[in-house]
């Protein structure tokens, strides 16, 4: 407190100087002037009294500077003075500082990119109340799944048993049509439990949420609407609340409108209806569709509550064997559940920027040490005079710091650019399941400040610390000769260059593997031609097209009628399409029947829930001609494969080589046990294809003929002759003709979507990202590298002058420096390579058709560094060729 | 007598403008410099002017106060005062001296059991 105290004081005092001075001096001056006159009382002369009094006092000058001392903090006078004078060196030398500086903006930028984009994905609090109470429930069975959603059953034994949230909730996913007399519209809805929205603190803009009642089946036709729907569709009409809106031909009575979404994006949903669990769905355990989410209770921890969910998992469990065997529960918090997928992604860009900037410190640090040595003589002077060595090194340190500060406050500016940028190419794209806040806030003045202050002292320390020791004789030897001079400064030098070589090696094979990832998987054959397809995703409305039969009927229509416009060369459909998210209505439906149990006739029978699965699609008969699968053997289904007709069915070559190893699958029998229970005789074979990511494994497929087993939702597949304008046009008509409340969303290119698919998607921005640093990484190597021979033949001028006034060639002493900068370059890149091949591992599961020690990456990555290297050294080398013997001897 | 000045001990000097504070009431530099040389029986070797230092970190500390004030000749002068948090700690360091020089005192004596 007291201490505290005194520094308030003090720092006062700063401001106040001249202010104290002059009172102290008038105090001095009163002091003197009693006492002279106390003197001159007892008898004495004037010119006594007044020695007298000078005496008793004692030296003014002392006094004044201990009260000085006392009244002032010295080491910010210091500061002030090491800042000015800092700052006035740098200013001198625009060159240097400009190089300096741009090159720590280049490496703080960087970081800041990465630290702004953890910390808007990660960091950032959600906007709701206490949100780390917050915990998501997903089942688990290890080793097939590690994160499932979650049955209904489940979820309601949960619900009821546990004791560790208050509440525990639910959502799920379901798209409805919206239809009105003018604009039919596919929307994302989020059927949840009555309790979710209240529970996790999403705010309305107007409205109430759900009651209690409301999420029982036959009370729940009511709905919020998402604040962009509500814009989009209503205008932002206020009147909107006790409004219907029919949603799957149901009339919704509008009860809230949500506040614009600053947490989670909840993925952009635009109707949220009450999740009603019927009493079928109650007794389902197989089907896992459902997120729960939950608040932990007051003084709950999340591993009690772990406890005991397992417990109760474990119970039921035991309870269902058939369908809970091996499932357990996965509690994590809700922040961590939306930052999950992104994690590994930021990880390694995290250690990319790291890189990025321990170069640039590293080249910094090189220019610093340059620089230090052609001050010596005012270090030199500056020590004769009395400067202590922490003084210089607190001198040169400030430096440092400025300079650091400055690249900061540059790279801070290149890094809010570049995290727009980064956000427009959308290469953080769907990894995120927040919306994405980016302004700024403490934690990131506090990490730029830590990274400034970092960066300040690494780059500063070792070169201050030579350049202080105060060696006067070597430095004089070194200043008379200037041959090889100081042969521990020069090993830094060369120490710091190799490190850089070493680091942009590594983060150059990092980003050579998985750009070559990228181009593994560009090469992958998916198994069609998506060139030239379109699809075009629908549902159709239950109420309308209640009976198989008439949806059968809208589709051959349709099929036809769009198969017949002007550029069309063939017209398919399926239920599910590679490469293209169907859209049945809900998740549960989804779920099913993209994954098919079947068993084959006269085989043993397995257990139940351990028969093999299929990759499932209903398809029409063209739609493998349509999106360019090829037909290995058999027959195509045709017009014939009817109702009424034998059900038939197509697998694919995997699930043939498979399951009929030795024998022929045409006319053998299978049956699904996720619906009616006939068995379908196969009837072709056909190729296999990628469904669910160029880098996946193909699964067993099955197809079956869309007229033997219709479904509401369908994909419509075009194949067209190139690119005829205004077919997208004239395929909604064509839709809208047919039934003027259907809404059509997307018609997507097939090619683009395969294109643009996740994991395609995540590999080329890793890879063009990392790509980037590589590229600033060999940049600020090559700038060092270029930067330290120049020094190098600077240094070494007269010893070639002279070795040429002995009779060496140009070209003697062009070898001479390229040796010495190959040795640098070859050891880094030596140490480079040991570093990736050892670093690499950790990246090999994010990697596609290459070995992390792939040898092909590692030889032109070194290769093209080796180059750039040379280059960096040779136009210095050049120079060392025009060095004219009687100049250099002379310079003497 | 002037063989026998003594130095000021250190931390001494703070607490002897403290108590002279306390006695007197506000006073100028020199009236405390004066009133510590008379106390002493001036064997004390004070160079005046190193109470200006001594009295700017009590008034950090909050133990005194300054004020501007005329002296009794009529001269400018800075005029300090104690404070209550002064007094206290005044109190407190008359405590400890008291208990130091018993200490020391009986240190230097030469004691019953050593004869």
Not at chain 1, 131 to 153: G, H
Not at chain 1, 764 to 785: D, K, N
Not at chain 1, 855 to 869: E, Q, R
Request: hydrophobic share 45%.
């Amino acid at each position: 407190m007291t201490r505290l105290r005194i520094f308030f004081h003090r720092l006062l005092g700063l401001f106040l100087k001249r202010k104290l001075e002059r009172e102290l001096e008038e105090e001095i001056r009163s002091h003197l002037e009693i006492q002279i006159e106390d003197n001159l009382r007892q008898g004495m002369s004037p010119e006594d009294a007044r020695r007298a009094a000078q005496i008793r006092f004692g030296g003014v000058e002392q006094v004044k500077e201990a009260y000085r001392d006392k009244s002032r903090l010295g080491w910010i006078e210091t500061l002030w003075q090491d800042l000015r004078y800092g700052a006035r060196i740098l200013w001198t030398n625009p060159g240097f500082t400009l190089t300096a500086m741009l090159t720590l903006a280049l490496g703080i930028g960087a970081n800041t990119v990465i630290f702004s984009i953890i910390n808007a994905v990660w960091l950032r609090p959600l906007p709701y109340p206490d949100p780390d109470r917050l915990i998501v429930v997903r089942e688990t069975k290890l080793p097939e799944t590690d994160d499932s959603q979650v049955s209904p059953a489940a979820f309601l034994a949960w619900q009821k048993q546990n004791t560790v949230f208050a509440p525990l909730e639910a959502i799920t996913v379901r798209f409805f049509n919206l239809t009105d007399e003018i604009n039919p519209e596919r929307v994302r809805g989020m059927p949840s439990t009555h309790g979710f929205l209240p529970m996790v603190g999403v705010r309305l803009m107007i409205g109430r949420y759900f009651l209690p009642e409301e999420d029982r089946p036959g009370h729940n036709r009511v709905v919020i609407i998402g604040y962009n729907l509500w814009q989009r569709r209503f205008g932002g009409d206020l009147n909107i609340l006790g409004q219907t809106i029919t949603l799957d031909d149901q009339l919704y009575t509008v009860i809230g409108v949500m506040a614009p979404t600053t947490g989670l994006r909840f993925e952009d949903t635009d109707v949220w209806t009450p999740l009603a669990i019927t009493a079928e769905q109650a007794q389902q355990y197989d089907s896992r569709y459902l997120f729960p989410c939950g608040r932990l209770k007051p003084g709950v921890t999340l591993e009690e509550a772990r406890m005991e969910m397992s417990l109760i998992a474990s119970n039921l469990a035991k309870q269902y064997p058939d369908s809970n065997t091996g499932w357990n529960v996965r509690l994590l918090s809700l922040l961590d559940y939306a930052a999950n997928h992104t994690k590994a992604q930021l990880a390694l860009m995290v250690s990319a920027v790291a890189f990025v900037l321990l170069i640039a410190c590293a080249n910094v640090a090189n220019l610093l040490m340059a620089r230090a040595a052609a001050r010596q003589k005012e270090i030199v002077i500056r020590a004769a005079l009395g400067a202590g060595r922490w003084r210089i090194v607190r001198q040169l340190l400030t430096e440092s710091l400025l300079l650091a500060l400055a690249g900061g406050v540059v790279g801070a500016a290149l890094a809010n650019w570049g995290v727009k940028i980064l956000m427009a190419t959308s290469m953080m794209g769907d990894y995120h399941l927040r919306v994405i806040d980016l302004s700024l806030d403490g934690r990131m003045l506090a990490f730029n400040l830590a990274v400034v202050l970092l960066t300040g002292c690494i780059v500063g320390i070792v070169p201050a610390l030579q350049a202080s020791r105060p060696n006067m004789n070597e430095m004089l030897k070194d200043a008379g000769r200037g041959s090889t001079s100081g042969r521990r400064q020069q090993f830094m030098r060369n120490a710091l260059v190799v490190i850089e070589v070493a680091m942009s090696v590594t983060l150059l094979i990092g980003a050579g593997l998985m750009i070559r990832s990228f181009i593994n998987l560009q090469q992958v054959d998916p198994g069609f031609n998506p060139d030239n397809v379109r699809t075009i995703a629908f549902s159709l409305s239950k109420e309308k097209y209640r009976g198989k039969d008439q949806q059968a009927a809208f589709y051959t229509q349709l099929i036809e009628r769009v198969a017949a416009l002007p550029g069309v060369q063939v017209a398919g459909a399926a239920c599910a399409v590679p490469f293209t998210d169907g859209w049945w209505g809900d998740f549960e439906e989804g779920l099913k029947l993209l994954n098919q149990g079947f068993r084959i006739e006269g085989r043993a029978s397995y257990d139940l829930g351990q028969e093999p699965h299929a990759y499932y699609s209903s398809v029409s008969p063209d739609y493998f001609k349509a999106i360019g699968i090829p037909l290995l053997r058999g027959r195509h289904f045709t017009a014939r494969d009817t109702k009424g007709a034998p059900r038939v069915a197509i697998i694919n070559n995997k699930m043939a080589k498979q399951f009929f190893p030795d024998e022929d699958p045409i006319g053998k029998r299978i049956l699904l046990t996720n619906g009616d229970e006939v068995y379908r005789e196969i009837v072709g074979v056909a190729g296999d294809v990628k469904s669910d990511g160029l880098d996946r494994e193909t699964p067993a497929q099955i197809y079956e003929p869309y007229l033997q087993q219709p479904f509401p939702f369908m994909t419509l597949v075009l194949r067209a002759n190139g690119d005829p304008s205004g077919l997208n046009e004239a395929i909604r008509a064509e839709i809208l003709k047919l039934d003027r409340e259907q809404p059509v969303v997307g018609i997507m290119m097939l090619d683009q979507s395969v294109r643009n698919w996740r994991s395609t998607r995540w590999l080329r921005s890793l890879g063009l990202l990392l790509g980037i640093f590589a590229a600033v990484a060999v940049g600020l190597a090559a700038v060092g590298l270029y930067g330290v021979m120049s020094y190098v033949v600077t240094r070494r001028t007269q010893e070639i002058g002279l070795r040429m006034a002995l009779g060496a060639q140009p070209s003697d002493a062009l070898m001479l420096i390229m040796r010495h900068g190959a040795r640098l370059t070859f050891c880094g890149a030596a140490v480079g390579l040991l570093g990736a091949w050892a670093m690499m591992r950790l990246l090999a599961s994010g990697l596609y058709g290459v070995s992390a020690t792939d040898p092909l990456t590692f030889m032109g990555v070194s290769l093209l560094l080796i180059s750039v290297a040379l280059l960096a050294c040779y136009l210095p080398a050049r120079r060392a060729t025009k060095v004219d013997p009687i100049v250099a001897l002379r310079s003497e | 007598m002037e063989r026998h000045k003594n130095e000021v001990l250190p931390g001494t000097l703070n607490l002897m403008i403290l108590k002279t504070l306390s006695t007197l009431g506000p006073l100028h530099g020199y009236g405390i410099a004066r009133r510590i040389e008379q106390i002493s029986g001036d064997r004390l070797q004070l160079n005046q002017g190193t109470i200006y230092p001594a009295l700017l970190s009590l008034e950090q500390m909050g133990w005194i106060n300054s004020k501007w004030g005329v002296s009794e000749n009529n001269r400018r002068a800075k005029y300090y005062s104690i404070t209550r948090a002064g007094r206290k700690q005044l109190v407190a360091e008359e405590e400890n001296w008291r208990r130091t020089s018993e200490i020391m005192i009986q240190f230097l004596e030469p004691s019953e059991e050593g004869a």
